[in-house]
T-cell receptor
Framework: EAQVTQNPRYLITVTGKKLTVTCSQN?????MSWYRQDPGLGLRQIYY???????DKGDVPEGYKVSRKEKRNFPLILESPSPNQTSLYFC?????????????FGPGTRLTVL | AQSVTQLGSHVSVSEGALVLLRCNYS??????LFWYVQYPNQGLQLLLK??????LVKGINGFEAEFKKSETSFHLTKPSAHMSDAAEYFC????????????FGAGTQVVVTP
């Protein structure tokens, strides 16, 4: 089944404890992206990647890191989480084409930072 | 830089009535425009998109949207609401010269009443 998977789905952690949220897609998509969703703000893009070893900042990259060493994986790293990073996180992927294509979203990761 | 405004964070419609969700955007170059739907506890799913060509775009589940350049709008409509249309709807925009960066509106929660 074609899908985007995220792990963990739920995470409660404490301020300053490094964490990684994994994202993997099995559709051979070049493009991948991370978003955070907060009430009243919609989704805001954190980072995106157009292909392996190519990443770029979205609108809210501060406090986050990403890497794209393999086509299928795009982990989101929080080196020193803070309470304002408590949010619902979505990973998405899309095939590259001449124009933008549909993004396929993962099920989300709910992160709470105490 | 692009931006999106969705008018109305909550909309209540009667079953069988017209659904109209408003989206206005700003973009310095020709935009790519999208509507996504999010059902409770799920990721986002593409309803429809506009990239180039015909300005009236038909999507899944009976939804359609019209790109009006002069009004910088991309409103979503459905002639007859169904109970299953209850969800949150997001308008999104990217710019045709840097389409990796996607900006979402704050979302509109649709409630369908019998």
């Amino acid at each position: 089944e074609a899908q985007v998977t995220q792990n963990p789905r739920y995470l409660i952690t404490v301020t300053g404890k490094k964490l990684t949220v994994t994202c993997s897609q099995n559709m051979n998509h070049e493009y991948m992206s991370w978003y955070r969703q907060d009430p009243g703000l919609g989704l805001r893009q954190i980072y995106y990647s157009m292909n392996v070893e190519v990443t770029d900042k979205g609108d809210v990259p501060e406090g986050y890191k990403v890497s794209r060493k393999e086509k299928r994986n795009f982990p989101l790293i929080l080196e020193s989480p803070s309470p304002n990073q408590t949010s619902l996180y979505f990973c998405a992927s899309s095939p590259l084409g001449q124009t933008i294509n549909e993004q396929f979203f993962g099920p989300g990761t709910r992160l709470t930072v105490l | 830089a692009q931006s999106v405004t969705q008018l109305g964070s909550h909309v209540s419609v009667s079953e069988g009535a017209l659904v109209l969700l408003r989206c206005n955007y700003s973009s310095s170059v020709p935009p790519y425009l999208f509507w996504y739907v999010q059902y409770p506890n799920q990721g986002l799913q593409l309803l429809l998109k506009y990239t180039t060509g015909a300005t009236l775009v038909k999507g899944i589940n009976g939804f359609e949207a019209e790109f009006k350049k002069s009004e910088t709008s991309f409103h979503l409509t459905k002639p007859s609401a169904h109970m299953s249309d209850a969800a949150e709807y997001f308008c999104a925009v990217s710019e045709s010269d840097s389409w990796g960066k996607l900006q979402f509106g704050a979302g509109t929660q649709v409630v369908v009443t019998p």
